[in-house]
């Protein structure tokens, strides 16, 4: 499985997977053979000026497997909102309050807001299927390919590819979040899913990544997107109108041009790393891609 994980330092640094996102996410990824870019570290407590996303980075051979299946798939687009998402929200907290993870129903509405609103001219809209709550320290800060995280979603994931599994927990280690891919579905159905920090959610206390973005980010790499900023200046997220970056943006840094002949940087883009606020945009292109991609 792919996965994406953001830290709280350095917008999302993908662990299993292709790097995608900004935003606190870490994808996760069975048993992975490749390298991983480690999160930077901070402390817990309200994120800092950068993400940490840790999704893996996919082989270069990988990736073009993957990006082969999807040019297969390629068919006529289906129309917008015509694809409805399941969504199974697990919390998992470590004792009663918000602050210990146990995010209030308003929290978790507000996010499946932010998810459609980000998602309106995609094929995809996203209803709220149930919520369950577990408490359980370990789960809590449960990361990337550990043990806590095959126990956890082993436990509670339910539905099928095309059901979301979207867990909410307090993960440490600087990061907001991660998730897998559709390619990695096959192999590792149980670790299907996203992870996200629980004060990334709206009005949780992860200034500034506290308005539902990260979920929105983690879930573009669950639909099958990667980081805009893969690849550098050559390029690398397999959709060619994202403009190439040569690093993760941070904040929102107007008229920023880290490659001189690709445009300006796409720091508005939900597979970047700025600020939640920053965010608002998929291109056409990654649209067509996450139709294609096997959801």
């Not at 990667?226 to 190439?244: I, K, L, N």
């Amino acid at each position: 499985m792919s996965r994406s994980f953001v830290s709280k330092n350095g917008r999302f640094a993908m662990v299993v997977g292709a790097l995608v996102s900004l935003g606190g996410c870490a994808q996760q990824a069975p048993e992975s053979k490749e390298p991983v870019e480690p999160p930077q570290e901070t402390a817990m407590g309200a994120a800092d000026d950068a993400r940490g996303c840790a999704t893996r980075r996919m082989s270069v051979e990988e990736q073009a497997q993957v990006d082969a299946d999807i040019a297969d798939r390629r068919f006529a687009m289906r129309a917008a909102g015509s694809v409805n998402i399941p969504v199974y929200f697990h919390v998992i907290n470590k004792g009663t309050g918000v602050s210990n993870g146990d995010i209030t129903s308003t929290m978790i509405a507000n996010q499946m807001s932010v998810l459609n609103a980000a998602y309106k001219n995609t094929p995809f809209y996203f209803t709220l299927a149930a919520t369950d709550r577990t408490t359980n320290s370990t789960w809590f800060t449960a990361q990337p390919g550990s043990s806590a995280e095959s126990a956890m979603k082993k436990a509670l994931r339910k539905g099928t590819k095309s059901t979301l599994n979207f867990y909410t927990n307090g993960m440490g280690g600087g990061l907001l979040g991660w998730a897998t891919f559709p390619s990695d579905y096959a192999s590792n159905p149980l670790m299907d899913g996203v992870v996200v920090l629980h004060s990334s959610l709206p009005g949780g206390s992860s200034a500034p990544f506290n308005l539902g973005d990260t979920g929105t980010h983690e879930v573009g790499h669950w639909v099958g997107l990667y980081h805009t900023f893969q690849g550098g200046c050559t390029g690398g997220d397999s959709v060619s109108d994202t403009p190439a970056e040569a690093s993760p943006a941070s904040g929102c840094p107007t008229g920023r041009d880290t490659c001189s002949t690709s445009g300006l940087d796409p720091i508005n883009n939900f597979m970047d790393y700025s600020d939640d606020a920053c965010m608002n945009t998929f291109t056409a292109g990654q649209i067509a891609r996450m139709d294609a991609a096997g959801r």
